[in-house]
């Protein structure tokens, strides 16, 4: 191996290291990695910054900001309250409404947005049917997940991979491509979740703390549940140290953390972390001055939200959503390319367009979309390409293909398929999935090259992947989210989620190479 390979090596485990280990945000950990390839001149400054300019990372962008246009509508609140029986209702048969559905939402929706809706309506819901809604939110959560697998919009992942497939010179994914194994997947999951959720999941039903039954009876106050996201100022400061009610406006009652509830007198000496629940006591001020603040990835008060637009640009945002999906199904297909060779109709175009329209329109606040978009997320896709570029440059992806071909010879590519599976939803459950994307593509870009077949079953086989994340509640935001809200352990992931993602292993090394062959 080459200078450039062990040092290339050296700096990933590194970032690899940080980023299991949560020392920042894991946009600024990989844009410190490219900055050091740069400095070590592995890559050159176009080469750096060439993910900034990629197509997928801008649609991601775009999507955030249409996602915050049909949220706004309300019609994802009256959709869900049609869906929840009013009366005689059992988990199962809640299950078997709500799963399908909130899955074919989430391949089209960006997936926090809709369990952001979802899961206090839900808590809500089934607090008033007596039902533990321990049993419906990690459903909740692995429904928008397996959702997202079903489009080339579904998950932010997707794109980043059919950005890389695009940049090594191979035809990117259509919208629907992913769908083939993508529908497979999330039908045997949806099964999955039915037949063992409520042997595998906890049966807690929350009751109301003194202090949150004295905080009702305080007029002009009410109860207040928050999830902390990365970027409240306080994340890893101790509880003493940061005064909550100066800085809000609101007191703080509970922490609820790990299937755990903290009261005053305990969580002191306690530090606050992301995906925290806190629980509030506050005025209707703290809703509308933090409601849509970044530092939160939830807020709730326990009541229906109102709708935040008329019923004319409810319909036209749904409308604007069907235009993009279907135009760019439509801009796909051969016809359309012969008709309009200098014209390329894809996602990209369309999201461009819709994205504008909302905001002329004032679908979603465009004096503030800037709130609205998870710029960690762009800075670590942008990053991502970056660092891909360099495993490829230094040559480390291909010296860690032929090793790995060199041990399977006498297998074939199967089941070099399956440890590119495992280890990327490896990377993905401990830090996140475009960073487990961006480490794993390159690899086994060379790995399909060493062995001379087609790279594109490694490629899908990556989108399932890093998409996988069930077993862990920090592989996936709406994991995170939904494990504050409804007090889970860690080990209830662990329980129900690890064999969902054997299943997903099973199924993708057995379809892709039918669907796709090498």
């Given at each position: ?9 050296i700096i990933?485990?590194?970032?690899i290291?940080a ?10 950990i ?7 390839f740069?400095?070590?001149g ?10 900034f ?6 649609t ?5 900001l ?12 009256k959709?869900?309250?049609?869906l ?8 199962r ?14 391949a089209?929706?960006n997936?926090?947005?809709?369990v952001?809706?979802?899961a ?38 997707n ?15 259509s919208?629907?491509?992913l769908?083939k ?50 970027r ?6 101790r509880v ?22 903290l ?21 209707d ?22 709708p ?9 945002a ?33 999201v461009?367009?819709?994205?504008v329209m ?10 503030k979309?800037?709130?609205?978009i ?14 891909s ?36 939803n ?21 790995i ?16 399932m992947a ?31 989620g ?8 099973i ?12």
């Amino acid at each position: 191996m080459t200078f450039q390979t062990i040092f290339v090596v050296i700096i990933l485990a590194f970032l690899i290291l940080a980023l299991i280990k949560d020392r920042m945000r894991p946009g600024l950990i990989l844009l410190s990695g490219a900055v050091v390839f740069l400095c070590a001149g592995i890559l050159s400054p176009s080469e750096m910054v060439e993910g900034f300019a990629n197509k997928g990372m801008i649609t991601v962008a775009m999507l955030f900001l249409v996602s915050e246009g049909v949220r706004r509508s309300g019609l994802l609140e009256k959709l869900l309250l049609k869906l929840l029986p009013k009366k005689d209702a059992g988990i199962r048969k809640v299950q078997l409404r709500m799963i399908p559905v909130i899955a074919f939402i989430s391949a089209f929706l960006n997936n926090t947005p809709v369990v952001v809706i979802f899961a206090p309506m839900i808590k809500r819901w089934a607090e008033r049917m007596r039902l533990p809604a321990t049993k419906l939110l990690i459903p909740l959560s692995y429904a928008t997940i397996l959702g997202g697998m079903c489009t080339l919009i579904g998950t932010s992942t997707n794109l980043v991979v059919h950005g890389m497939v695009i940049e090594s010179g191979f035809e990117g994914f259509s919208m629907f491509e992913l769908g083939k194994i993508g529908f497979i997947i999330a039908l045997a999951g949806g099964v999955y979740i039915l037949m063992v959720s409520q042997y595998f999941l906890p049966d807690r039903r929350e009751e109301p703390s003194d202090a949150a039954v004295d905080a009702e009876k305080q007029q002009g106050l009410q109860r207040v549940e928050v999830v902390l996201g990365a970027r409240f100022p306080a994340i890893n400061r101790r509880v003493r140290d940061f005064d909550f009610k100066q800085k809000y406006g609101a007191l703080l009652l509970e922490i609820k953390r790990d299937g755990k509830t903290l009261i005053v007198h305990d969580m002191r000496k306690e530090h606050f972390r992301e995906g925290d629940t806190l629980v509030l006591l506050a005025d209707d001020a703290f809703m509308q001055n933090w409601g849509d603040s970044s530092f939160f990835l939830m807020v709730s008060n326990g009541k229906e939200p109102e709708p935040q637009m008329s019923v004319r640009k409810r319909w036209f945002a749904v409308i604007l959503l069907m235009v993009m999906v279907g135009g760019a199904t439509i801009g796909e297909l051969p016809f359309m390319r012969e008709a309009m060779p200098d014209m390329k109709f894809d996602m990209f175009f369309f999201v461009c367009v819709v994205t504008v329209m909302m905001a002329w329109f004032n679908i979603f606040p465009a004096r503030k979309y800037t709130k609205f978009i998870s710029w960690d997320i762009l800075i670590t896709i942008a990053s991502a390409f970056a660092i891909s570029r360099a495993m490829q440059n230094s040559g480390m992806a291909d010296a860690v293909a032929g090793f790995a071909v060199g041990l399977s010879n006498d297998y074939g590519p199967l089941v070099l398929l399956a440890v590119v599976f495992v280890i990327t939803n490896l990377f993905t459950e401990l830090m996140t999935n475009n960073a487990a994307a961006a480490l794993a593509f390159p690899i086994s870009l060379s790995i399909a090259d060493h062995l001379g077949v087609s790279p594109m079953p490694f490629f899908v086989t990556i989108c399932m992947a890093a998409s996988s994340s069930f077993s862990t509640p920090i592989g996936y935001q709406t994991n995170l989210i939904v494990q504050g809200v409804g007090n889970y352990r860690f080990s209830d992931f662990v329980k129900v989620g690890l064999p969902l993602n054997i299943i997903c292993l099973i199924l993708s090394v057995i379809f892709i190479p039918m669907i796709w062959p090498f």
